[in-house]
């Protein structure tokens, strides 16, 4: 049986064979069978939720902007968040960078606040990429 699994699965070791093996000798007890669809019903929960979380993620990042930029006149903002949700339109995708960059701030500290004041008031949305946070219309 060794030399079977060993033709079946190439790379496996010895003791992870010896644990296949046996594994299989214990395999005919329902108990132990049992605990083993169990697991695998639990596994299949979690990755099912993992790959749904992948897919709204997706769809989030894929959904295209609404062409009918949202009405900011009644929501008093400043000006300097006006000249941001500007630029966040113009360009589609901007980071605090950018607007650091484009709006004269010295840091990335004051940028990245506005940018997400303008996100909790749902004014722009959040898309992560890599370790570099973009903010693009809502």
Do not use: F, H
Request: proline residues 5%; charged residues 30%; glycine residues 6%.
């Amino acid at each position: 049986m060794i030399s079977a699994i060993k033709a079946l699965l190439p790379g496996v070791e010895d003791d992870d064979i010896m644990s296949i093996e046996l594994l299989v000798q214990r395999a005919q007890d329902p108990v132990v069978l049992a605990t083993l669809i169990a697991a695998l019903l639990e596994e299949r929960k979690r990755t099912n939720a993992l790959l749904r979380e992948i897919r709204d993620a997706l769809a989030a990042i894929q959904t295209p902007p609404s062409s009918a930029p949202p009405q900011t006149e009644d929501l008093g903002l400043s000006e300097r968040d006006e000249q941001i949700l500007a630029l966040v339109r113009e360009r589609g995708m901007v980071c605090a960078e950018d607007v650091r960059n484009a709006l004269g701030y010295k840091g990335l500290n004051a940028a990245s606040a506005r940018l997400n004041w303008l996100y909790k008031r749902g004014l722009v949305r959040k898309v992560r990429k890599g370790r570099k946070v973009y903010y693009a219309p809502a």
